[in-house]
């Protein structure tokens, strides 16, 4: 849609520029290179999060939901009664499968649901990191613990703490099923 705007819209200024002494070259690809930067900013705010069908799933088979590492992942073998409740996972970050004990549904965390107490999963290493700072690769590729939110005393300065380190609101994933 942006792109048909901004084809339109310097349509419109070739036509004009018919009348006028200004160079239509100059300013259609000033407009054009401005109509780019404008996309890729918007690929940018939006484009770190999770793919569809993407899930946390932890590294291993320990019966601890806590206690574990959590990879972003897409279930190859839902778990079922046969494979002992533990599903396999395709884990994004290096390609490999293996199977987990929890495999973990998320969403991004809005700030009404970060409450004292509460378990979320933090992006372990990007505390006291600005959102706008992560990139997708590390983002999607990076590793999650659960923590419990300890206080939201600078959430106006958009930093929540989280098993004792601060974090960014925007770096935080809520379970989108009950763990405790």
């Known amino acids: 849609m942006k792109k048909l705007c901004i084809i339109a819209f310097v ?9 006028g002494s200004l160079p239509v070259t100059d300013l259609a ?19 770190v999060d999770f793919r569809s069908g993407e899930v946390l799933a932890s590294d291993g ?11 972003v992942s ?7 009664a046969a494979t002992k409740k533990q599903a396999e996972v395709l884990f994004v970050e ?13 969403h991004k965390a809005l700030k009404a649901e970060l409450t004292v107490g509460k378990l979320v999963f933090v992006l372990t290493s990007y505390y006291d990191f600005d959102a706008k700072n992560v990139s997708v690769d590390e983002y ?10 300890t206080s939201t005393d600078e959430l106006f300065k958009s930093r929540i703490e989280a098993g004792g380190y601060k974090y960014h ?12």
């Not at 897409?74 to 079922?80: H, L, Y």
């Not at 290096?94 to 987990?100: C, S, Y």
């Open 29 to 47: 690809s000033g407009v054009l290179s401005a109509g780019k930067g404008v996309q890729a900013a918007a690929q940018v705010a939006e484009g």
């Open 140 to 149: 999607r590729k990076g590793r999650w613990n659960l923590e419990r939110i």
């Open 169 to 180: 609101p925007e770096l935080i994933r809520i379970p989108d099923i009950k763990l405790d």
């Open 11 to 19: 349509a419109s200024l070739i036509l004009l520029a018919g009348c």
């Open 74 to 80: 897409k279930v190859v073998t839902p778990a079922t």
């Open 94 to 106: 290096n390609g490999k499968k293996a199977w987990a004990s929890f495999v973990i549904p998320t």
């Open 61 to 71: 088979t320990d019966i601890n939901v806590e206690g574990m590492y959590y990879y």
